[in-house]
């Protein structure tokens, strides 16, 4: 059996906060002073409200702390770690050179892990309450002392900067990773277990699936694996949202997609919400002067979003579409030249190269140019050489 546990890929440590520096390409003394600020003060509190009703807290972190995260994301996360195939959302997809060309070989997101239960006669769901608020420090620095061997000094110094006072939160950039590793020493036994028994078992961050090809399956024994493993570790489980599905008149559905064929599909429902999405735009879009709006270039690609859902599950319907949309582009205003003038400015103003603030300065100038050149051609050669001067920002692989 493969092993179903996250595997460290180097025996290499960082045995000092100066390796760590160097690791990051963060100077000390900015890893010194993210400390000196108060904790409350690392991050900007922000209400978010729900689609089914109440709100969701996020938190934002100042520069210096995203630069941080962002960085232990790249050059930690990303580049050390061999996910299990049961984990997804928020990670990187598995790679590998073919031919000369990178390719995509295992993807992480929802569609991905919903595929894993096609077929399936009976579906057990489980759903971690709050998760990131219960995921305690003491856990994410066992993260970096025991799974990732980091000597005291390094664990204490990473844990701080992805906790905020004693849990993660949504929003730091890290607290995704160290979720799905939260678990790493005792999920993979509970997966043994399960495949003992021919059942299939996927966590989508904190969603629970665990399924079987067989109708009537008694999920009792599955179940108390994972309420001991939850146990274990001190998490709660959200009772309210604990379901067992069975095939029948109704279609089963994984994060919101039905598994009773070869292949995710979406809704019946979903699709003729998104097919109206795209029709309601383009009767809007014969409004005078209504493409050039903000407004309408949010609905745009917030439409484009919903319409590309269809290609991932390999609808029909999506390249006609799509070229329903592509007559309806979003058309350039004067602000916009403006905005790109500002953006260069902006961006010839700092010095430090390497942020993502300067990152995201200088793509959505370039995608802004990009914009601009549908109506104003020469304008739009003269800014994308004006931005061409400028450095490029660092890839976010590095």
């Given at each position: 059996?493969t ?6 890929i ?8 100066s ?50 995260q ?14 299990p ?7 990187p ?12 070989t295992?993807?992480?997101?929802y ?28 856990t ?12 005291e ?12 006072g004693?849990?993660l ?25 399960l495949s003992r ?9 904190d ?23 939850m ?11 604990t ?6 008149s ?26 109206a ?5 383009v ?17 745009y ?44 400015d ?19 100038a370039?995608?802004?140019?990009g ?5 104003f ?8 050489s004006?931005?061409?001067k ?9």
């Open positions: 059996m092993d179903l546990r996250p595997e460290k180097t025996k290499s440590s960082i045995g000092s906060i390796k760590l520096s160097v690791v990051l390409s963060i100077p000390e003394s900015d890893l010194s002073a993210i400390l000196k600020i108060l904790p409350e003060n690392r991050y900007k509190k922000i209400t978010i409200p729900k689609g089914v009703g109440g709100e969701r807290i996020v938190y934002s972190a100042t520069p210096l702390l995203r630069k941080i962002h960085r232990i994301n790249t050059r930690i996360f990303k580049k050390l770690i061999k996910w195939p049961y984990l997804y959302g928020s990670l997809n598995d790679k590998e050179l073919v031919g000369g060309q990178t390719k995509t295992v993807q992480r997101d569609i991905a892990c919903a595929q894993n239960h096609c077929g399936a006669k009976s579906i057990l769901k489980l759903d971690i309450a709050n998760f990131f608020e219960n995921i305690h420090r003491d994410v620095k066992k993260i970096f002392r025991k799974f990732f061997h980091y000597p000094n390094v664990s204490d110094y990473l844990t701080e900067v992805c906790c905020y004693d849990t939160v949504q929003g730091a950039l890290t607290s995704s990773y160290l979720a799905s590793l939260c678990m790493w020493d005792t999920e993979y036994k509970v997966i043994q277990k028994r021919n059942l299939v078992y996927t966590r989508l961050v969603d629970i699936t665990i399924s079987s090809k067989h109708r009537g399956y008694d999920f009792r024994n599955a179940e108390s694996h994972v309420r001991a493993m146990l274990k570790k001190d998490f709660p489980l959200n009772l309210s949202k379901k067992i599905m069975r095939a029948g109704s279609p089963l559905l994984v994060h919101g997609l039905i598994v009773n064929f070869r292949t995710p599909r979406l809704p019946s429902s979903e699709i003729s919400r998104i097919k999405s795209v029709n309601n735009l009767k809007a879009s014969a409004t005078d002067n209504y493409r050039t709006t903000y407004s309408f270039r949010a609905q690609f917030r439409c484009l979003g919903r319409v590309n859902r269809l290609a991932r599950v390999n609808h029909n319907k999506h390249e006609y579409l799509i070229n329903k949309l592509k007559k309806i582009r979003p058309k350039p205003c004067k602000t916009d030249i403006e905005r790109v003038e500002n953006a260069i902006r961006l010839k103003s700092l010095k430090d190269k390497t942020t993502d603030s300067y990152r995201r300065i200088y793509n959505i370039r995608y802004r140019i914009i601009v050149s549908r109506s051609d020469r304008k739009s050669m003269i800014l994308l004006e931005l061409k400028l450095e490029k920002p660092v890839s976010k692989i590095d």
